[in-house]
């Protein structure tokens, strides 16, 4: 029997007031030019709050805080199955941002995610930021 094996992401969702970081895949990536939160795969011996400390260094150069798990889920893409675990986080210095591993990075309001194209596994996760915000968190 083949067991598929499921990639395992840290995702970081930072807000500052009423904006959300957001990265562009860069084109030869898996999901490329896709818009998402960014993150990546622990490595071994990390847990998902250090490897997302290092993936925004990495990506975004971007200082982080994590905070705490808000959402999690499994999604099957015909090329992978991938398990993502979203965290909220903030941080310190909003104007480091630098798109360093990644096509683009950019702030925007909340309310304007449903406008970007997002992969298929973050429909959930993004409708449940518009109400928490809605909500008032
Ligand atoms: N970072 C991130 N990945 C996402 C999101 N939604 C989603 O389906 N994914 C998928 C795309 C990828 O298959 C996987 C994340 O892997 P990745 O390619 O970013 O991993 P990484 O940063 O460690 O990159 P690499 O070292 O393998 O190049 O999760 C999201 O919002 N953020
Ligand atoms: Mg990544």
Same mark, same amino acid.
């Given at each position: 029997?083949?067991?598929?094996?499921?990639?395992?992401?840290?995702?970081?969702?930072?807000?500052?007031?009423?904006?959300?970081?957001?990265? %562009?895949?860069?084109?030869?990536? $898996?999901?490329?030019?896709?818009? #998402?939160?960014?993150?990546?795969?622990?490595?071994?011996?990390?847990?998902? #709050?250090?490897?997302?400390?290092?993936?925004?260094?990495?990506?975004?150069?971007?200082?982080?805080?994590?905070?705490?798990?808000? $959402? #999690?889920?499994?999604?099957?893409?015909?090329?992978?199955?991938?398990?993502?675990?979203?965290?909220?986080?903030?941080?310190?210095?909003?104007? %480091?941002?630098?798109?360093? #591993?990644?096509?683009?990075?950019?702030?925007?309001?909340? $309310?304007?995610?449903?406008?970007?194209?997002?992969?298929?596994?973050?429909?959930?996760?993004?409708?449940?930021?518009?109400?928490?915000?809605?909500?008032?968190?």
């Amino acid at each position: 029997m083949i067991v598929p094996t499921v990639v395992d992401v840290a995702v970081g969702l930072v807000l500052d007031g009423d904006r959300i970081l957001v990265s %562009q895949r860069k084109k030869e990536a $898996h999901l490329g030019l896709k818009w #998402e939160f960014p993150g990546g795969k622990p490595e071994a011996g990390e847990t998902h #709050e250090q490897a997302l400390v290092r993936e925004f260094r990495e990506e975004v150069n971007l200082d982080v805080q994590v905070h705490s798990l808000f $959402h #999690e889920c499994s999604f099957e893409y015909p090329e992978r199955h991938v398990r993502l675990r979203f965290f909220l986080c903030r941080c310190r210095q909003p104007e %480091q941002v630098r798109a360093l #591993e990644v096509l683009a990075v950019r702030w925007v309001p909340l $309310h304007s995610l449903p406008a970007l194209d997002f992969p298929a596994a973050n429909g959930p996760v993004i409708e449940k930021l518009m109400d928490a915000h809605m909500a008032g968190f």
